[in-house]
């Protein structure tokens, strides 16, 4: 178990308090993927020009150096936005799980001990649940079976 998926140390959250957060949430991750469609962008551009120069693009004199390494920094902003939108994120108290496919977990704290509410980009609002186990499978909020 890695330090994101610790019980220890992480918020706890009720399911209405999750769910207040989903906005911003989901909010966060429209820009997040914006922002990784455009390192994309990037990187299929650096591709390019890697194909075309080879190791002789990054010569001074090459007349795409500087575009490269234009391309490169842009990279690294978008890339450093990223970063500081997750941070925000996690400052919020909330546990990324899956920066690709925009899965964020609450750890919530029931009498058994602590279980996660699992949100994933593009739902509303926190269907699931799941033990803390790392491959735990996802359960509808409203089963029966109390968490």
Known sequence: ???????????????EEANKLIPIVTQAFDGIFALNDKIEAKNKDITVLHEIWGVALVEPDNPDCLY?????QERANLQKRIELAVAELRNLGCAIDDLKRGIVH?????????V???????EQRVNHWHEISWRAARKPVGL????
């Not at 178990?1 to 399911?15: F, G, I, K, P, V």
């Not at 609450?106 to 602590?114: A, E, L, S």
Request: charged share 30%; glycine share 4%; net charge positive.
């Open 68 to 72: 490269y390494k234009e391309l490169r």
């Open 116 to 122: 996660v509410f699992c949100w994933r980009y593009g």
């Open 106 to 114: 609450f750890h919530h704290k029931t009498p058994r001990g602590v």
């Open 144 to 147: 029966a079976e109390r968490i």
């Open 1 to 15: 178990m890695d330090a994101e998926h610790s019980e220890q140390n992480e918020r706890t959250w009720s399911l």
